[in-house]
C-alpha cells in the first residue's frame, strides 16, 4: 500500500470528521424520512434516536474491545469509513423496503413494534460502524497525549454539526434525501481512499464523486420514486416534492389526484361530500359572515367553494408549506376556479397559530381550522388552552372558531369520549358557548354568549336558502340523518361522560396523548396501549426509581469509597447523555409550539447541539490540573440545565419568540449551551475517572449513547405525553444529583 499516512495526519483528522459528517447526516435522513411515512408524528423522532443511539452504543463497545487487536490501524479505519460511506444510502433504501414489506400504512405509526424493528434494522449497519470507529480513532490519536479523546470528540461533533447544517440549510430544500446520501457515502469513500493513498490529490476523487452526483442524480431521483410507490400499492405517483416542511407526494388512481403530506391525506379530486362539509358546514355558524380566518386545507377546492357564501369580503388562507399554494393548479379546471384568481383571498405561508397572535384583536367573524385534529404534538398545539385564547381574542363579538375532530356517527367508544371530552371541556375552559354538531367528523363551534350556530338540518338549509346556495350531497335530508336527536345525545353523552381528563396545555397536550391511543384501536396495538396502561402509575414508578437513585449513590458513598471516582464519572455520563437526548427532543416539541414546524429546522437543531459539544470539547483541552473541579462544577450546570427549557416554554417567552430572529436566537443559543456543557463533560469524565484511555473512552462512550438511548425512550415515548415538560424537566434535575453526590466526596484527582 503506497504513501500509508502515520498517526495525526490532517488526513485521519478529516476521516474523523468524515465518520462525524455520515452518522449524523444518516441520522437527520432517517428521522426525516420516518417521520415523513408517519405523518409527522413525533413519537418516530423520539424511537428513531433512540435506534440510532443504540446502534452506535452497540459499535462503541465492539470498537473498545477490539481496540488492542487490531493491526494496521490506519487501514482498518480507512475501510470501516468507506463501509459506513457505503451504508448511509442503503440504510434508506432499506427503511423503505422493510416499511413496504411490513404494510406499514404510510401516515401512521405502526403498531406491534413494528417501526422500532425497521428504525433498528435500517440504522443497524451504520450504528455498529460509525460507532466501532470512535474508540479506533482515539487509538490512532493516541500519541496526541490526553488529548487524543477531546480532540476525537471534538472532530465527529464538528462533522455532525457540518451534516445537520448542510441538510437543513443548503442540501434538503434542493435534493431528495436519498441523493442527499450517496452524497454523503460518495464523500467517505474520498476521503477514504486520500487515507489510504496519499500519493492521490485529494481534489482528484472529490472532483470524480461530484461529477457522479451531476450525471446519475436523475437515475437516483428516479429510483428514489419507485421506493415511494411500494407504499402505495395501485396508485401511480405523479410526482415527489421535497419541501423544508416535509414530502410531497401527487398520486393518481383511475383519473382521481390526492395529495400527501407526510403520508397524511391533504386534498382529493372529485370529493363533493368532503368539499361541502368542509366549505359550507364551518361557514352557516355565523349570520353573515365578513371576515373569515382560513388556516389549512387550501387544497381539494373547499375554499373556492367558501367563497360562494356572498358575505365574505375577505378571507385569509393561511398553508404553513407555501408549495401547497402552488399545487391548487391540480383541482383548478381553469384559471377563474384558482383562489390566487380571487381579490378576497389572501395567503400566507406562515403557521396558522403564530398568524393568529399577531394579528389586531376582534379581526374575524370566523376562524376555520382545517386540520387532521392533534395526530401529532405540532398539531395538538392547535388545540391546547394557550392556543384557544390566541383565537378567542382574534375574534369578533358573536365570531366563532370552527374545528372538525375525527369521530363517529353511530358508536362512541371509551377512548374516542375521553378525546372528545378533553378537547370539549378545554374549549368550555376559554370560551363561553361550545356546542358540538356529530358526524364521522365532529363539528367543534366555539365562541362567546353571542353566538347563533346553526344545529338542526333545518337552521343549516334555511341559511343556505338565504345565500343562495344549493349543495348537491349535504341535502336536508342527509342533513336530518347526520344531525337526528338520537346521534346528538349520543354526542353530548360522550363529551360530558369524562370528568377526570386534564385540560390540554402547551406543556403537556394531553390530547396528542389520547389520539395516539384511539388510533392505536385501529390499528391494533402498539405504543399508545402501553401509554394507556402507563398513565396513571408512571409518575409514581418514576420517583421510586428516583428514590432508589438517592439511596444507590448513598450505599455506595458509604460501601465502597475506592470505586466512587469510576462509578460516579460513569454514572454522571450515562445521565448526562439522557438529559441531553432528553432536552433535545423537548426542545423541539416547544420550538414547534413557539415558531411552528420543526421539521425543516431538524438538521440545524441537532447541528447546534452536535456544534456545542465540539465547543465544549474543544475548551477541555486546556484545562489540565483543574479538570476535577471542573468536572464536578459541569456536573453540576447539568441539575440546572434544565430550567432553561423551562424559561423558554413559558408563557413569558412568548413577548420575545413574538420577535421570530431574536427568539429564534435565544433557542438556538440554548441548544448550542446544552452541546457545549455535554462536550465538556464527556472528556472530562473519562480523565476524572483516573485511566485516560481509548477503552475506557469506549466504555465512556456506550454509557453516553446508552443513556441517550433510555432519554429517547423514556421521555420522547412515555413522560412527554403522559406529564409533559414541566415534569419532565423536573426529573432531569433530580436524575443529575445522585451522580453528582458521588463526585462531590472526591477531593482530589488521586485521592
Known amino acids: 500500500m503506497s504513501g500509508e499516512i502515520t498517526m495525526n495526519h490532517p488526513r485521519l483528522k478529516l476521516g474523523i470528521v468524515t465518520c462525524g ?21 413525533e413519537v418516530v423522532y423520539a424511537l428513531a434516536l433512540a435506534a440510532w443511539l443504540l446502534t452506535v452504543s452497540a459499535g462503541g463497545a465492539i470498537g ?35 416499511s413496504a414489506a411490513s404494510a406499514w400504512v404510510p401516515g401512521t405509526v405502526p403498531g406491534g413494534g413494528g417501526l422500532i424493528v425497521a428504525l433498528l434494522l435500517s440504522l443497524l449497519p451504520v450504528g455498529l460502524i460509525g460507532g466501532a470507529l470512535f474508540p479506533l480513532g482515539c487509538h490512532l490519536l493516541s500519541d496526541s497525549g490526553r488529548r487524543a479523546i477531546s480532540t476525537v470528540y471534538l472532530l465527529e461533533a464538528a462533522g455532525s454539526f457540518l451534516a445537520g447544517t448542510a441538510v437543513t440549510l443548503i442540501f434538503a430544500p434542493h435534493l431528495g434525501g436519498l441523493i442527499l446520501a450517496v452524497f454523503f457515502a460518495l464523500l467517505g469513500i474520498v476521503v477514504a481512499v486520500s487515507i489510504l493513498q496519499t500519493k492521490i490529490p485529494l481534489w482528484l476523487p472529490a472532483l470524480i464523486a461530484l461529477a457522479a452526483i451531476f450525471i446519475f442524480g436523475g437515475v437516483v431521483r428516479s429510483f428514489e420514486m ?35 403530506e407526510n403520508g397524511l391525506l391533504l386534498a382529493i379530486s372529485d370529493d363533493p361530500a368532503g368539499v361541502e362539509e368542509r366549505a359550507h358546514l364551518p361557514l352557516v355558524q355565523h349570520p353573515a359572515p365578513r371576515r373569515v380566518l382560513w388556516i389549512g386545507g387550501s387544497l381539494g377546492g373547499a375554499v373556492q367553494s367558501a367563497l360562494r357564501h356572498p358575505s365574505i369580503e375577505r378571507l385569509d388562507l393561511v398553508e404553513l408549506n407555501p408549495i401547497l399554494f402552488e399545487l391548487d393548479t391540480l383541482f383548478s379546471r381553469g384559471e377563474d376556479e384558482r383562489i390566487a384568481g380571487d381579490g378576497r383571498v389572501f395567503q400566507y405561508d406562515q403557521d396558522g397559530r403564530l398568524f393568529a397572535s399577531r394579528i389586531p384583536p376582534q379581526s374575524y367573524d370566523i376562524i376555520s381550522l382545517n386540520l387532521p385534529g392533534p395526530r401529532t404534538a405540532r398539531l395538538a398545539k392547535f388545540y391546547t388552552m394557550e392556543a384557544l385564547r390566541v383565537f378567542q381574542r382574534a375574534l369578533k363579538s358573536g365570531g ?14 371509551k377512548d374516542l369520549t375521553t378525546l372528545l371530552s378533553s378537547i370539549y371541556r378545554t374549549c368550555r375552559a376559554v370560551f363561553d358557548s361550545v356546542v358540538v354538531l356529530p358526524g364521522e367528523n365532529a363539528l367543534f363551534v366555539a365562541g362567546d354568549t353571542q353566538v347563533s350556530p346553526a344545529l338542526t338540518a333545518a337552521e343549516i338549509s334555511e341559511r343556505l336558502s338565504e345565500r343562495g346556495i344549493e349543495l348537491l350531497y349535504w ?27 386534564g385540560l390540554n396545555h402547551d406543556g403537556a397536550p394531553i390530547c396528542f396523548y389520547l389520539q395516539q391511543v384511539f388510533w392505536s384501536q385501529q390499528l391494533r396495538g402498539g405504543l399508545p396501549g402501553v401509554l394507556k396502561a402507563l398513565r396513571g402509575v408512571f409518575v409514581q414508578i418514576c420517583v421510586l426509581l428516583i428514590a432508589v437513585a438517592f439511596i444507590a449513590a448513598i450505599s455506595i458513598g458509604f460501601i465502597s469509597p475506592k470505586r466512587k471516582p469510576a462509578i460516579g464519572a460513569g454514572w454522571a455520563v450515562a445521565m448526562v447523555g439522557l438529559s441531553g437526548i432528553s432536552l433535545e427532543i423537548l426542545a423541539l416539541i416547544v420550538y ?17 447541539y452536535m456544534a456545542g459539544l465540539a465547543l465544549g470539547a474543544a475548551l477541555t483541552n486546556r484545562f489540565e490540573a ?13 441539575v440546572l440545565v434544565p430550567l432553561g427549557l423551562l424559561a423558554l416554554s413559558s408563557n413569558w417567552f412568548d413577548s420575545i419568540a413574538s420577535l421570530p430572529l431574536i427568539g429564534r436566537t435565544i433557542f438556538f443559543l440554548y441548544l448550542l449551551i446544552i452541546g457545549f456543557v455535554g462536550g465538556m463533560h464527556f472528556p472530562l469524565a473519562v480523565s476524572y475517572s483516573g485511566r485516560e484511555t481509548a477503552r475506557r473512552a469506549g466504555i465512556f462512550y456506550s454509557l ?25 424537566c423536573m426529573g432531569l434535575i433530580l436524575i443529575n444529583i445522585p451522580p453528582l453526590f458521588l463526585l462531590l466526596e472526591r477531593r482530589s484527582l488521586s485521592g
Open 400 to 413: 366563532v372558531l370552527v374545528f372538525p375532530i375525527e369521530s363517529s356517527s353511530d358508536y362512541i367508544g
Open 475 to 501: 341535502d336536508k335530508y342527509r342533513l336530518r340523518d347526520r344531525l337526528s336527536e338520537s346521534r346528538y345525545r349520543t354526542l353530548q353523552g360522550a363529551i360530558h361522560a369524562s370528568s377526570d381528563i
Open 626 to 638: 483543574a479538570r476535577p473541579r471542573i468536572f464536578r462544577l459541569i456536573q453540576m450546570v447539568w
Open 226 to 260: 419507485q421506493l415511494f410507490s411500494l407504499l402505495r400499492p395501485g396508485l401511480q405517483l405523479r410526482d415527489l416534492l421535497e419541501t423544508p416542511y416535509g414530502i410531497i407526494e401527487i398520486t393518481e388512481r383511475q383519473g382521481q389526484v390526492a395529495v400527501h
Open 64 to 98: 473498545s474491545r477490539l481496540v488492542g487487536l487490531v493491526r494496521k490501524e490506519t487501514a482498518v479505519f480507512a475501510f470501516g469509513l468507506m463501509l459506513l460511506a457505503c451504508f448511509a444510502p442503503l440504510s434508506l433504501i432499506l427503511l423503505h423496503l422493510i
Open 704 to 728: 453516553d449513547l446508552l443513556g441517550s438511548t433510555f432519554g429517547a425512550l423514556i421521555v420522547g415515548l412515555l413522560a412527554l405525553p403522559l406529564v409533559g415538560v414541566l415534569i419532565s
Open 21 to 41: 459528517l455520515i452518522l449524523a447526516g444518516s441520522q437527520v435522513l432517517i428521522i426525516r424520512r420516518a417521520l415523513a411515512f408517519a405523518g409527522g408524528d
Open 592 to 608: 414547534q409550539v413557539k415558531f411552528g414546524s420543526g421539521y425543516r429546522e431538524l438538521g440545524l437543531l441537532m447541528g447546534l
